[in-house]
């Protein structure tokens, strides 16, 4: 059975910066493109970033220039370092792994394109 546990989330201060991971048991982890995505109360699920199997990123431009994915294919881990954060990054914030069918020439931005989902991990930014 496929698992996603993401971890790292918390309490900062707007301004500040943390670190969310996620370890996925999808095999081979590295064939896989990996998304963060999040969701506020009340909103819809809203795509964060990418990193496709080739290790090319793209960002939602919300989080441009503040957030930065990375992944350790190594530890079937990803990596998303959260800098300068805002009140209204706020949500609950989820990973997803999807098998790479573009030989990492493709950015999978749409929740609804990715196969396998994390439970979540909540970050709150107090102003």
């Known amino acids: 059975q496929v698992q996603l546990v993401e971890f790292g989330g918390g309490l900062v201060q707007a301004g500040g910066s943390l670190r969310l991971s996620c370890t996925a048991s999808?095999?081979?982890?590295?064939?896989?493109?990996m998304g963060w995505f999040r969701q506020a109360p009340g909103q819809v699920r809203e795509f964060v970033t990418t990193?496709?199997?080739?290790?090319?990123?793209y960002d939602a431009d919300s989080v441009k220039g503040r957030f930065r994915i990375s992944r350790d294919n190594a530890n079937n881990t990803i990596h998303l370092q959260m800098n300068s954060l805002k009140p209204e990054d706020t949500a609950l914030y989820y990973c997803?792994?999807?098998?790479?069918?573009?030989?990492?020439?493709?950015?999978?931005?749409?929740?609804?394109?990715?196969?396998?989902w994390g439970q979540g991990t909540q970050v709150t930014v107090s102003s």
């Open positions: 997803a792994a999807k098998r790479d069918r573009y030989s990492g020439t493709y950015y999978y931005t749409n929740w609804n394109q990715y196969e396998y």
């Open positions: 999808v095999r081979p982890f590295s064939t896989y493109s």
């Open positions: 990193i496709t199997m080739s290790g090319a990123t």
